[in-house]
């Protein structure tokens, strides 16, 4: 099973910007749907981008022209970068992994409920 660590999270102002990785152990990291979610408290875990083995990507609408997500397989590492961040960005982040490949046939990113490994997460905060 595939570890997931997250960072790069912190304090901007609105319309700041930054950039998260997750970090994943594992040698077939390459053949992974991976996944962003990000979750504010007493609210359900929601997905904000996916990428698959294949390179296709899905965005929230939320987040779409905004936020940019990306891979390097060579590093093991997933990226999201975030620009014209808003208050109502701010949340705890979390990446996902699964070993088919395969993230979804929808026009929205996957439902957290479909994976069960998730790292520690990332908290972003977009506050004046």
């Known amino acids: 099973e595939v570890q997931l660590v997250e960072s790069g999270g912190g304090l901007v102002q609105p319309g700041g910007s930054l950039r998260l990785s997750c970090a994943a152990s594992g040698d077939t990291y390459s053949t992974y749907c991976m996944v962003w979610f990000r979750q504010i408290p007493g609210k359900e875990r929601e997905g904000v981008a996916s990428?698959?083995?294949?390179?296709?990507?899905i965005y929230a609408n939320s987040v779409k022209g905004r936020f940019t997500i990306s891979r390097d397989n060579a590093k093991n590492t997933l990226y999201l970068q975030m620009n014209n961040l808003k208050p109502e960005d701010s949340a705890m982040y979390y990446c996902?992994?699964?070993?088919?490949?395969?993230?979804?046939?929808?026009?929205?990113?996957?439902?957290?409920?479909?994976?069960?490994?998730w790292g520690q997460g990332t908290q972003v905060s977009a506050s004046p």
């Open positions: 990428l698959d083995s294949d390179g296709n990507i």
């Open positions: 996902a992994a699964d070993a088919t490949g395969f993230c979804t046939s929808s026009p929205t990113p996957p439902p957290a409920e479909w994976y069960d490994n």
